[in-house]
């Protein structure tokens, strides 16, 4: 079992399209959407979904009025300023429990939060895990870690050959949860100022965590100058470039239907990923290439 | 001494389970008699910092050692603290792991053999 | 008056739109222009501002006095994040999972506990003709992005115009970002990926009280979909921006609307005056 997780740093460079062409590329695989935050995935693969279940986020304080003697003690010491006229804010509460130890009344509760849900869904791709995180929830995190457990366990039990992950924009929560222990991280970029900023801090981040990244430049010929300026930083990096996708109308009609692009048309692009996901195979194979030499934290 | 094992199922024939902060559960055992006792783990589902909550909570058993599949840095850090070997890249049948344990198969580690959040999404088969 | 710019999806033209809107105005009126965006900053790539001063953003973390300690536990305890552990007579403090909440040195009978400032990113200030500029960026490997962007957000003006951009997404850090904005321009594209996460991000907004607005970018024959949704939603469309190859090859190199194909400064200069109309509109017995 491989873990492939799909990441960019920015958004809207094309993960999720590359990812549904992999559903329907890759033979023996689990899908798994980390972007909890803004899950599209489901949006190209239809899902039907056969188990559904809550997520359970951290606590939040609850401040019971009829017991509340109005001292103010935890409006004082909250952190977070998320007591306001002795009514907790459940967006600012971080839940981290110290006013309801401090009130002298006990009349602060912590209770769980249902933060989200989560699903397990049947596609004619083959099986997915992807989350919903209700709006302005906290832990997304560990949300991520939740749908990506139950994608290992689907893999294990099933002896399939491949995870395949559809990361979250960023560097922080969510993309360390979606990254961290994955075999092989894709970075997908586009030749702008913004994709290649944003590339040079998610390789960092990959390597911070010893995971080993490769690259794939998509609508590689928009800006020809940014692309090589993405190869050279790449290549001083020792960041392997694995694809380079053609612009190419085709995927964004492919979009509107809502199909992965290769199901879609046989394109430029879409000849592209072909090739792209048999490099990515080839090296998840390689065993001694997906190892971590030279690289930070790189024990595993 | 006893010994802690994170284990995939309640029993003996169970498998290690590599993970050792989300472990679901421990197996707490004396390696002279194979006395054991099951022991959830209250640990796994912390939002951040599983790793050090079940070390916390497994050292309370008085535990000389711990066998696990993967250790990452925080549990490394508290179980040494707390004086409690850790040998970790064990894996299969836990009643021969125990047997390998007792002949004085593995030695423990100095460090933490992964990175952070490594066991955040590690299944139970790998 | 405080506009922040936010998308639900990522890669919508948040950043262009917030860039063209301070390029735009600051002929006009005093500009100030927040990267809230702390994960990946790129405001700076497109204004290319003159960095005046640079500052650590911390969180508190405890610091354990040894001589007072009697490793009663307390603190261990009290932590809802598991930022610290007693052992025996050894403490461990993880600082990386520290919330800064307070609780254990609040807590410590002794006073053992004392709080010390933990770096998680930087906060750069600057300005580039009549905009001031205030950038946060978490620090790689770090995952808490939301005290970098409230540390951004004190920087915010009472006078004038304050623009605020956002990361992607509806969680924490965006909300952090939006609250408290007079108001909030959705940044969208006319495909099933850009109306899901819109609809994700106007959900955000409703509950959070902050009037919105749509701005489609990359507008072309498909943008009905996303227009039957804002008619239904009652959200105004108020510019759209088309799908252009100059203006993708702009935005490619780093350059504003407003600089690039200066004809849209005056698009831009009318999206802000439909916007403070709409303020107007629905809360007239404001300070304004």
Redesign the interface.
Known sequence: MKEIVILSGKGGTGKTSIAGSFAALASSKVLCDCDVDAADLNLLLEPSVEEEYDFTGGLLAFINADICCQCNLCTQLCRFSAIKDFKVDDIACEGCGLCARICPVKAIDMKSNVAGRWFVSKTKYGPLVHARLGIAQDNSGKLVAQVRQRAKQIAAEGDLDYIISDGPPGTGCPVISSLTGADLALLVTEPTLSGAHDLERIIQVCRHFGVKAVVCINKFDINELNTRKIEQFCNESETRIVSRIPYDAAVTEALMQAVPVVEYTECNASEEIINLWQNIAFLLKDKNDVGNAGLKNGSF | MNIAISASGPSLDAQVNPRFG?CEQFIILDPETMQFKVLANT?QS?????G??T??YI?KEGIGAVLTG?CGP?AH??LS???VKVITGVSGNIREAVELYKSGNYSSSDQ??????????????? | MIISIASGKGGTGKTLVATSLARSLMDTYSVTLLDCDVEEPNVHLFINPEITSTEEVTIKVPQVRQDRCNHCGKCSEACAFNAIAVLGDTVLTFPELCHGCGACSYLCPRQAISETPYRIGTLEKGSVAGIDFVKGQLDIGRAMATPVVRRVKQCRSDEGITLIDASPGTSCPVIEAVNGSDFCLLVTEPTPFGLNDLSLAVEAVKQLGIPCGVVINRAGRFNEAVEQYCRKENIPVLLKIPLDLKIACLYSEGITLADGLPEWKMEFKQLAERIMELIGERNCNTQR
């Open positions: 989300r640990g912390a939002g951040g910092g599983a050090i909550a070390a916390q050292v993967n925080n850090q508290v603290a707390a004086g933490a053999n992964v990175g952070d959040h490594f066991g955040m999404s590690k299944g139970s088969n790998r």
